[in-house]
């Protein structure tokens, strides 16, 4: 008698259950439940005499704590003449400090069951890591001495700059870089908002002197907010926060100059001979986080291109098969915002592109969605906010987000509520007040010679 395998065997079991399987109704899915605001329980915020802010939030059950060190400056510290200094800054930073090697900051991080996460952004710069819970106090020294106290070796300045140098070959290599830089820099002329790269005499140029004068400026208490996140000993944390900052030096205020965005529908064309796709960067600005329309325009472009199921998504990805991963989002930065359709086309679908976007931007714009697709929408974002609220390091984003934006303790609270109370008449006003077609910057990286003709229609092409 032959023998069967046991592969076999389970295979010839799950052929004959087949039918059974196929043939048993299917189950109606629990109705969900009911959207709850978001709240977290006993958090304390203080401040230090020099001026620096402290916000400690327990949160789950797992023995770990986020620390994280916020200081309100970053690119938009930077002048025309000193892009990406304060990227430099950073990665000199984490060379060393006059106590600890680079070497040894890692080790300790690692011992602490973590690793040092040092991100320079737009308006604000951090210094965190997530470590088990008996080392919090540890990691807070720790994140204090990387700010207050580094090198700044002169030893490491070549090799640095020549990363820097190389990272940005490889982006302007890419029309997925070159398309947002020149949109940004329409968007926003001479501001740091609307510049991506330094030239690379500007990197090559610059001094450690340089460095330390960044630091100097804008490294400083009362700059900065200490985040405390997850299972931690309160007593042990805040004094390990006053030992290790208590002194810092005051340092200066943020000093920001709003910038002054400006948009028109024209068409700007970065060409890139024999590409086989078009990227489209489509878009103008919008109000920030700080509007009371902040929130319905999120859902707004949920709505038309900011999800997998929204209506662009739908229409040139699904139906056309123009674009395989289109998306818009909003970008929210201090004082300002910009909306933004995003998408890598098929060079001979440039034009069809554009007439469908617009074409969808026009129909939200005439017609108001159905309170069927706005409840869809809706239950998305709420559990995107819920997601986003599952971790130490998520919590802190949240807490992050509403303090650049001065949005107070009731955002995070309200945030679900005020999705859900969104109408589909709003979401219509929404689109005609802010999202204006006739308006809109359009930028397209791509072979000109073969999309000339097809973008022709769009708009007036100025380069």
């Known amino acids: 008698m032959k023998r069967v395998t046991p592969f076999l065997a389970l295979t010839t079991l799950a052929l004959a259950a087949a039918p059974a399987l196929a043939q048993a109704p299917r189950e109606t899915p629990p109705t969900p439940g009911a959207p709850k605001d978001f709240a977290l329980a006993a958090v304390r915020t203080f401040s230090l005499p020099n001026g620096l802010d402290v916000t400690m939030a327990p949160y789950g059950i797992?023995?770990?704590?986020?620390?994280?060190?916020?200081i309100q400056s970053g690119n938009v510290d930077e002048t025309a003449e000193t892009t990406w200094l304060s990227d430099l800054t950073r990665d000199l930073m984490l060379e060393g400090t006059t106590t600890r090697?680079?070497?040894?900051?890692?080790?300790?991080?690692?011992?602490?069951?973590?690793?040092?996460?040092?991100?320079?952004?737009?308006?604000?710069?951090?210094?965190?890591?997530?470590?088990?819970?008996?080392?919090g106090p540890s990691m807070v020294r720790l994140v204090a001495d990387i700010a207050r106290n580094p090198k700044f070796p002169d030893t490491e300045l070549a090799r640095l700059k020549a990363n820097r140098l190389r990272q940005i070959t490889v982006a302007k290599s890419d029309q997925k870089q070159l398309a947002p830089e020149k949109f940004l820099s329409v968007i926003y002329p001479n501001h740091p908002y609307g510049r991506m790269f330094p030239t690379e005499s500007q990197v090559q140029g610059y001094t450690?002197?340089?460095?330390?004068?960044?630091?100097?400026?804008?490294?400083?208490?009362?700059?900065?907010?200490?985040?405390?996140?997850?299972?931690?000993?309160a007593a042990a944390m805040e004094a390990a926060v006053r030992e290790s900052l208590g002194d810092w030096q005051a340092g200066?205020?943020?000093?920001?100059?709003?910038?002054?965005?400006?948009?028109?529908?024209?068409?700007?064309?970065?060409?890139?001979?024999?590409?086989?796709?078009?990227t489209i960067y489509l878009g103008l600005p919008v109000v920030d986080?700080?509007?009371?329309?902040y929130v319905a325009l999120r859902v707004t472009d949920a709505i038309l291109g900011g999800?997998?199921?929204?209506?662009?998504?739908?229409?040139?990805?699904?139906?056309?098969?123009?674009?395989?991963?289109?998306?818009?989002?909003?970008?929210?930065?201090?004082?300002?915002?910009?909306?933004?359709?995003?998408?890598?086309?098929?060079?001979?679908?440039?034009?069809?592109?554009?007439?469908?976007?617009?074409?969808?931007?026009?129909?939200?714009?005439?017609?108001?969605p159905s309170a069927r697709e706005l409840e869809s929408i809706q239950k998305y974002l709420a559990g995107i906010f819920v997601l986003q609220n599952s971790s130490r390091n998520g919590i802190i984003n949240q807490l992050q987000f509403t303090g650049l934006h001065g949005l107070g303790e009731s955002y995070?609270?309200?945030?679900?509520?005020?999705?859900?109370?969104?109408?589909?008449?709003?979401?219509?006003?929404?689109?005609?007040?802010?999202?204006?077609?006739?308006?809109?910057?359009?930028?397209?990286?791509?072979?000109?010679?073969?999309?000339?003709?097809?973008?022709?229609?769009?708009?007036?092409?100025?380069?």
């Open 289 to 293: 986080p700080s509007h009371p329309d």
């Open 307 to 368: 999800s997998f199921g929204s209506r662009i998504t739908s229409n040139i990805r699904e139906q056309k098969g123009y674009a395989y991963s289109p998306f818009s989002t909003i970008s929210p930065l201090l004082k300002s915002a910009y909306w933004a359709e995003i998408a890598d086309v098929t060079t001979n679908v440039t034009g069809a592109s554009l007439k469908e976007i617009f074409f969808e931007i026009d129909r939200l714009q005439s017609e108001p």
């Open 252 to 278: 200066t205020e943020p000093v920001f100059h709003a910038p002054t965005p400006k948009t028109s529908r024209v068409i700007h064309v970065v060409d890139r001979p024999g590409a086989v796709q078009s």
């Open 208 to 233: 450690v002197d340089q460095v330390k004068a960044f630091h100097a400026a804008n490294y400083g208490a009362r700059r900065a907010h200490f985040y405390v996140v997850g299972r931690f000993d």
């Open 412 to 463: 995070l609270r309200d945030l679900v509520r005020k999705i859900y109370a969104v109408t589909p008449a709003d979401v219509q006003r929404i689109a005609r007040e802010y999202l204006k077609d006739d308006t809109m910057t359009i930028v397209i990286a791509g072979d000109r010679r073969v999309i000339e003709e097809q973008i022709k229609p769009f708009g007036s092409i100025i380069d």
């Open 101 to 135: 090697s680079a070497q040894k900051i890692a080790e300790e991080a690692a011992q602490y069951g973590g690793a040092v996460a040092f991100n320079v952004g737009m308006n604000e710069s951090f210094i965190g890591a997530d470590v088990l819970s008996e080392f």
């Open 62 to 70: 797992t023995p770990k704590v986020a620390v994280r060190l916020v």
